[in-house]
């Protein structure tokens, strides 16, 4: 089975998932699914639609997975047809809110704010699914807010061994990111 985690691999992934392949479309569904999650709840606050919206829109994908050459229409695609549905969702059906400001929410700098933030958690958790196993829970729990002596605690391993694993998997992230190593940086400091 092809590797799509890596960055470079995303234009061999589109090819594949041109070619029907299904388990390429699988990992893109799995990458996707909640950032576009995310995404559609920017818009409609209940998070169950957002769910629907953001499968429908991964569906529409893989039906319409001709017309993609590269990863960036496959994204563009992917944000401006959940952006889409969840307005039409708003105009027409039982989820329209008062509070609702449609000049807000088509901000193009906000648009391409929101898509960084999604793709900067896209690309860290890319890179965490690489590492070793006990590393990558050490970070995931450290993204989360952990502490060194809560991750110690909740993993049943000394808060040294914590710290050692956590500073080789930094090293390990810093040369899976490269040029985005300072966006690890910047999701572990919120």
């Given amino acids: 089975m092809k590797n ?12 594949d998932i041109r070619n029907g392949n299904i388990r390429a479309f699988k990992q893109l569904f799995e990458d996707y699914y909640p950032i576009l ?30 017309g993609f050459d590269d990863i960036h229409r496959l994204k563009g695609f992917l944000y401006t047809a959940a952006r889409n549905r969840c307005v039409n ?29 999604q793709e900067t958690f896209l690309l860290v958790r890319r890179a965490v699914a690489e590492l070793p196993v006990q590393m990558g829970r050490i970070i995931r729990l450290s993204l989360m807010g952990k ?6 605690q909740t993993l049943g391993i000394s808060e040294g061994t914590v710290h050692s694993l956590k500073k080789t998997a930094y090293r390990k ?18």
């Fill in 4 to 15: 799509y985690r890596t960055f470079a691999s995303m234009d061999p992934l589109i090819t």
């Fill in 89 to 117: 969702m708003l105009k027409h059906d039982a989820y329209i809110d008062d509070n609702f400001d449609q000049t807000n929410h088509t901000d193009t700098y906000e648009l391409e704010d929101e898509i960084i933030r």
């Fill in 37 to 66: 999650c995310v995404y559609a709840q920017r818009y409609i606050a209940d998070p169950e639609p957002c769910k629907d919206i953001a499968q429908e829109v991964l569906l529409s994908c893989w039906e319409h997975r001709n």
């Fill in 147 to 152: 502490r060194n002596q809560e991750i110690a």
């Fill in 173 to 190: 992230l810093r040369a899976s990111l490269r040029e985005h190593f300072a966006l690890l940086l910047l999701v572990t400091l919120k």
